[in-house]
């Protein structure tokens, strides 16, 4: 029996499974963006969008504690602009803020590039830089409150007492400016760890062979830092930075657990003295109108950091335009 050399060929096709519409629906990019998307921008409407928008329609108002306000249009603004108070707060915040961020950015990258060296327990030293910024703040501003206070503190005493360099206590939270440095010294003990865990992560990301290159061809050490290191650690430098700054202009609880303000309304920040208007004070429309103020610093701080970011492209070898 003969056997033909060409056999028929079949057509196969895979069947087709019928998918159900909650299947399809899951295979939609579109839908999947928006499923994952739906709790965060939930969050974000509820914790900061509709408390925003709150504040800011609260300012301009005549609200009071346990009486609903009326819209007042820019009254409250215009009773700021002559409200030496408030631009005493104004003043201080925007020097609390300069003057801390510029000692905590000073310390902590010194701090960076220490512990990037090859240090003996250098893991044990990042564990107990970290410690200050691990603290909760009201326990630090207890501590501290200690330590300056007029009658028992510590300061004093060594100064007095046990080295003999004074003859009377300082009184650390009595006068104005002493209260002003002696905050600040207080926000630079808990800023400077952020600052430097974070630029010394940035530190680990620069290649080691670009400093055995520039040490082959004679740089100096300052020449290492100004042409390797600082260039490489700008966007980490700009991040920080703006996360810094914003979280000393909006200090609170640091300023108000230690002087409430005081002596004579001269430590007042911006946030403290929004708070004291609105809730001690009971005046929600003014107090929000103080907090909302504040607004445009803190987009300049964000803007600076976007435009500082716009370096990365430098870093990559594109025309930064």
């Not at 925007?94 to 990037?116: C, M």
Request: glycine share 8%; charged share 10%; net charge neutral.
């Amino acid at each position: 029996m003969s056997v033909s050399a060409t056999e028929p060929t079949t057509n196969w096709r895979r069947p087709q499974v019928n998918q159900g519409w909650l299947a399809r629906l899951f295979d939609s990019k579109t839908f999947l963006v928006i499923a994952c998307l739906t709790p965060a921008l939930g969050l974000l409407l509820v914790f900061l969008t509709y408390p925003l928008g709150l504040g800011i329609w609260l300012a301009f108002t005549d609200t009071h504690i346990g009486r609903g306000g009326y819209f007042i249009g820019l009254e409250n603004f215009e009773s700021l602009w002559y409200d030496r108070v408030f631009w005493g707060a104004v003043f201080y915040t925007v020097f609390y803020t300069a003057v801390a961020t510029v000692l905590k950015f000073g310390l902590g990258l010194w701090l960076a590039l220490l512990l990037n060296e090859n240090l003996p327990l250098k893991s044990l030293l990042r564990a107990v830089i970290l410690l200050p910024w691990i603290v909760p703040t009201v326990l630090s501003a207890i501590a501290f409150w200690w330590m300056f206070d007029a009658q028992f503190s510590i300061i004093s005493y060594v100064l007095v007492d046990k080295l003999g360099l004074l003859d009377h206590y300082i009184d650390f939270l009595g006068t104005p400016w002493a209260a002003r440095w002696s905050l600040i010294f207080a926000n630079v003990w808990r800023g400077i760890p952020f600052v430097a865990i974070s630029l010394l992560a940035g530190l680990q990301t620069i290649p080691p062979s670009l400093y055995e290159a520039a040490l082959l061809d004679g740089a100096s050490s300052w020449q290492r830092f100004t042409r390797i290191t600082a260039p490489l650690l700008m966007p980490i430098l700009a991040v920080v930075l703006t996360f810094s700054v914003l979280f000393t202009f909006t200090d609170f609880q640091l300023v108000y657990a230690i002087t409430r303000g005081g002596p004579i309304n001269s430590t007042h920040l911006m946030a403290t003295l929004a708070f004291q208007r609105g809730i001690p004070g009971g005046q929600l429309g003014e107090g929000a109108a103080i907090a909302v103020s504040m607004i445009p610093f803190l987009i300049l701080a964000t803007l600076f950091s976007y435009f500082a970011l716009a370096r990365r492209k430098w870093q990559q070898g594109e025309d930064n335009e």
